[in-house]
Each structure stands twice: as C-alpha cells, then as structure tokens.
C-alpha cells in the first residue's frame, strides 16, 4: 500500500484550511536510519505520542504515561492513524475545533535501528513485526537510548481498541529515573515546555 492510501484516515479527521498539520504530499524517507519522534500532546487528555518511520509514514501510538526509562514499568500504547514523515517536525497549537485540538511539543526526536527477529534470530522487517504484534528497536535520540519493544497484548474487537505495550529492555540504557512530568518538560528542538508553546498563539507555529 502506497503512504498516500495509508494516510487516508489521517486526512478523514482533518480540515487542512484550519489546522497548520502537514498534509504529506511532499514527505521523503530518511536516507539511512529510520527516524522517531516523541511528542508531548495537550489534547482532551495530556499524553505522549510515539511515532516511528516504517514504509513512509510515521506509525503512531498514543502513550498516556509516556516512554520510561524503567524496564519494570510497563507503559500502555495506544495505536492511532498513520501521520506522515513531515509530523516529526510539527510543533504547534492546533486550533480549537480541530481534531487533537491542543499543543503539540517534540519532546525527543533522533534515529532507531530494528532489532526484530523471527524465532531462528534472523531480522525481519519492523513493518512485519508489528503486523505479528511484537517489535524491538534501538532508540538513538536526545533524550531516549537503547533497546526497546512493543507489543500488542489485545487485538482490535467491535467492542475494545487494540492495545500494545511499550517497554525498555534492560540494558546499560535502562534507569529507575522512569517518565519527567509532561508539564514540566522541555522540547528537545526549542526548550519550550507546554505552556511556553501554548504561548506563541493558537494555530501557529512554535518557533524553530
């Protein structure tokens, strides 16, 4: 499936006369490693989104507690539509009556690595690994380092959402310092914490 037809959902919730979201027209793939990118997002409910690049778009969960550094701590996902590769890049005030409606801040951003494997240890494709429901990666970003996985421990029924777990694997990355207080947290491209972002006015953009 072509990224346009992925992102079909993606445009279904957006006016792009109102909202100064990406549309995705003109996004390209990294040219080595994949990127991710971690936003903090003040919407109906202050969350974490995690999103990584797999086959030209950006996969996406919502994480409520966000990402921790603790391999003890078992962080619900939440998958939400695909967004395109120019949303790692998006910090803004998303208008009042928009879908998300609220700031977003990039609160870690870099590069990962796929670690998935099948069970004789050969690597597979991380698009094939979340479709089996259990990928692991290596974060390379400011704020988050080494390995980590998702798993989905509940699939999608007519009356429950289908549910993953994030959690770090416990190596010399781990740390019993978990998740920092979303609202007092900085971005990692303008040191803006949520407030400072809400700040530079509804519907536009934070500035680089």
Known sequence: MAARDRLAEYHRRRDFAKTTEPEGATGTQSAERSSYVVQI???TALHFDFRL?????????AVPKGPSTDPHDKRL???TEDHPLEY???ECVIAGGEHGAGVVIVWDEGTYRNLSTDRVGREIPLAQALADGHASFRLDGHKLHGGWSLTRFRKGTGKEREA?????????RASARGT?????????RTGH???????????EGVSP
């Open 164 to 172: 993953w777990l994030l959690v770090k694997h416990a190596d010399r």
């Open 88 to 90: 790692r890049d998006f």
């Open 193 to 203: 914490i949520l407030r400072q972002a809400a700040g530079e006015g509804e519907g």
């Open 53 to 61: 690049e797999v086959d030209g778009v950006l996969k996406s969960w």
């Open 180 to 188: 920092p207080d979303p609202r007092r947290a900085r971005s990692a």
């Open 41 to 43: 997002h003040e919407a």
């Open 77 to 79: 996902a939440m998958p």
